[in-house]
């Protein structure tokens, strides 16, 4: 089936237009197999994201700035996400000696061992993309490299043109 017939759109304004609502329809495939497979462990894929940034800085706190900038989705509440990851007992928080606006943040045993049992799983993730040969998979990050790279640029443009106006 073509992704014309998949998605009930026959005609697009352009190429462009149609490699975007591509990106976006796959989004919500590869989504909701991220959140099913995390599901079973009893997270989100946001709070996964989360605990693998905390376990590469470990020992080292971070602050809930520092999360938000390194998370894949820099739309998430860190602070909500950070409480629910809190509660479960696998990251602790506390106030930063510093500066007592921030928190610092650190994963728990519990979270590292949480880390641990998903990484023995994490293949189960790999085989939504085996369908592509692993050349096709580089030239995929590449090419989207490129989108993002794009956006960048047209955002940029757009608040240059508007502080002008």
Not at 12 to 31: C, D, H, M, P, V
Not at 76 to 97: C, E, F, Y
Request: overall charge neutral.
């Amino acid at each position: 089936m073509t992704f014309n017939t998949e998605i009930g759109i026959h005609s697009f304004r352009n190429e462009w237009q149609k490699a975007s609502l591509s990106i976006i329809y796959t989004y919500g495939f590869l989504s909701h197999g991220h959140e099913s497979f995390f599901k079973r462990h009893k997270i989100t894929s946001q709070q996964y994201n989360a605990l693998r940034i905390l376990r590469d800085q470990f020992p080292k706190p971070v602050s809930t700035s520092f999360l938000r900038e390194k998370m894949l989705d820099r739309m998430s509440d860190t602070s909500r996400l950070v409480s629910r990851l809190s509660a479960k007992g696998l990251v602790s928080v506390t106030q930063n000696p510093s500066d007592k606006r921030l928190v610092n943040i650190l994963i728990t045993p519990e979270g590292e061992g949480l880390c641990q049992e998903i990484e023995r799983n994490l293949h189960q993730l790999d085989a939504m993309m085996q369908g592509l040969t692993l050349e096709e998979a580089d030239t995929l990050v590449e090419l989207l490299g490129k989108v993002r790279q794009s956006i960048k640029q047209v955002e940029e443009n757009a608040t240059v043109e508007a502080v002008s106006a």
